[in-house]
Structures are given as C-alpha cells and as structure tokens.
C-alpha cells in the first residue's frame, strides 16, 4: 500500500503521537487533516507539513463534529482513506482520589472519541470499498496496573472494539490496526497527575528510556502495509503482553508490588516537599 495521495484524519494532532502521525503521513505523499480540540497546535502541527496538509479543531468528544469532519474530507476529495483516532488524556494517582467528572472525562475522550470517529468513518469506508481505521491504544490496554485504572478501563475498552470490528471489517475491505505503546516521549507522560502521581516516573519505571513518537509513527504505517491488526512497542512491552497472557495472576501479583512501590516514593516526595520538612 503506497501513502501518497491517500486522505486522511489524524484526532489528537497538536501533540506527541498524533503530531507524529502527521509528519509521517505528510512525508509518505498523504494529504493530512491535522485536528485537534487545541485549535492553534493542530495548526502548529499543520505550518511544518507541505501545502498538501490541512488543520482544523476538532474535539472528539463532540460525535456531529467529528461527522462533519469525515463529511467535509468526503466532499472534497471523494473518499476518506485513513482515519487515525489518536486523541487522548491520562490520570493518574489512587482510583479513590478520582471524580466522576474525571471519570466521565476520560471515557468521552479515550472511548468515545474513539467510538465517535468510528461511527462516522467506518460507514462510509465501507460505502466506498476501502479504508484503515487506526486506533491509538496503549500497553494500559493489554496490560492492567493500579494508579491508571481510568486509562487502563478505556484502553482496554479500545482494544476490544478494535479487534471486533475488524473481525467483520476486513472481509469487506477495510482495515483496522489498534496501536499499543508502552511509554512513548510525549507531554502526556507529565499530564493528568492526580495527588502524588509522577507520570514520568510510573510510566518509565520498567522501561528506562520512552519510545521515539517519530519512530512509532513509521512503525504504524508499516503496520498498516502490512494490515497488521495490534503494534505492541518497543520489544521490551511484547514481553510484558506475553507474560500477561500466559500468567494474569502472577501479572497482577507483579503488578499490585508496583503500585505499592510508586506509592511508597510518591509518599516519599510528598514528604519531602511538604512544608517545614528535610
Ligand atoms: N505517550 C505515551 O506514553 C502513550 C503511550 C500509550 C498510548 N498513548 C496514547 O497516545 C495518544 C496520543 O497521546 P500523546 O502521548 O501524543 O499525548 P499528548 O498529550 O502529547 O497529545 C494528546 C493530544 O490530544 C489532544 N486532545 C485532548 N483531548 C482532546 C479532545 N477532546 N479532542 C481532540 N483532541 C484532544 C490534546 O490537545 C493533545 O494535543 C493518546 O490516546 C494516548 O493515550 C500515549
């Protein structure tokens, strides 16, 4: 499968991953939608593309807005090729600490943005005989650990949908790759603390050095080529998957001494930082 000429809609374009996504769609020949709910980074993330690059705002969590999205893209080329629905937030800390507004927040933006980008793209991809839907997950969705039980609960909810959807949408033509990094070098690894939580910190423990958002997009395309239906990276994280799936006890054994360790330096800091202390 050759990128140029192809259309597509990268959510979540202003930052990180989905910026990414848009260099090395622009690169490839695509035509590139950059969008996100932060208007001025998606035009950011558009001003460093060829003039074949488009910007837009575009908050997914608004299901007719992301139709009309897909619907302008349709009237002006004819097709939608390649839709990336990427855009996503984090929080992380003791699930106890959470709101339902924040609960409520992540499921609009990490699920349902993903559902809406879904409900708008799939149908017309179908009506046109082609298509490659692509959902960015995480290693949250294969893989389950305390702190980021909102995340892991969408990302997990992400995956699913990807690999049903694709067990009937690949017979009829359209493909559908669900991403799944471990730690990638983005702002998201210092967003969304809640209490103590050091994003960084917890999402680097296991991992040492964060995988390149540049060399992840490339790995998607290719996987795209190749109608690959999950990208697990780096190598280190398909153990990680592996080890989950032959032994999900022993996994959440490891996992709940994880936790128990982040809250120990998380209590540890907190310490040290409160007035009056060291
Ligand atoms: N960076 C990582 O370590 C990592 C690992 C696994 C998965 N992911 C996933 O990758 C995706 C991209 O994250 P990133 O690391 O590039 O983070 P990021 O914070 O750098 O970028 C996320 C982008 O999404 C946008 N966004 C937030 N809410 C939105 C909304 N309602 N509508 C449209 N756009 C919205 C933000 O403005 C931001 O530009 C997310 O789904 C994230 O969960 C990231």
Redesign the pocket.
């Known amino acids: 499968m050759s990128f140029a000429g192809k259309h597509a809609i990268v ?9 990414a996504l848009c260099r090395a769609l622009d690169q490839a020949g695509a035509h590139v939608l950059c ?4 208007e001025a ?1 998606a035009e950011a993330t558009r001003a460093a593309l060829s003039s074949r690059a488009g910007a837009a705002r ?4 608004d299901a007719a807005a992301v139709q009309a999205a897909v619907d302008a893209v349709v009237d002006r080329a004819g097709r939608l090729d390649l839709m990336f629905n ?5 929080w992380g800390g003791d699930t106890e600490l959470l709101t339902l507004d924040q609960w409520n927040a992540i499921i ?3 699920l349902r ?1 993903v559902v809406h980008g879904v409900a708008a793209a799939y149908p017309q991809m179908l009506r046109q005989g082609h298509g490659h839907i692509v959902n ?5 969705g294969l893989t389950a650990a305390g702190q980021v039980t909102s ?1 892991v609960a969408t ?1 997990h909810a992400v995956v699913g949908l990807s690999m049903a959807l694709r067990s009937e949408a690949v017979p009829r033509g359209v493909g559908v790759l669900v ?11 210092d ?1 969304g603390a809640v209490g103590g939580f050091v994003g960084r910190d917890y ?1 680097l423990q296991n991992q040492g050095k ?2 390149d ?1 540049d060399q992840l997009a490339r790995d998607t395309l290719r996987a795209i080529e190749r109608n690959k239906a999950i990208l697990v990276k780096p190598a280190v994280a398909h153990a990680q998957w592996w080890f989950a799936r032959l032994a999900p006890v022993l996994m959440n054994r490891m996992a709940m001494r994880f936790v128990a360790g982040q809250r120990t330096r998380q209590g540890d800091r907190s310490q040290s930082a409160a007035p009056g202390s060291g």
């Open positions: 959510t979540g374009a202003g930052s990180g991953i989905g910026a969008t996100d709910v932060d980074a575009l908050d997914v969590t990427n855009a996503g937030i984090v609009d933006v990490d943005g960015t997950a995480s290693m949250a995340y990302k991403v799944c990094p471990a730690a990638v070098e983005t702002p998201i690894l967003k999402f964060a995988y958002a």
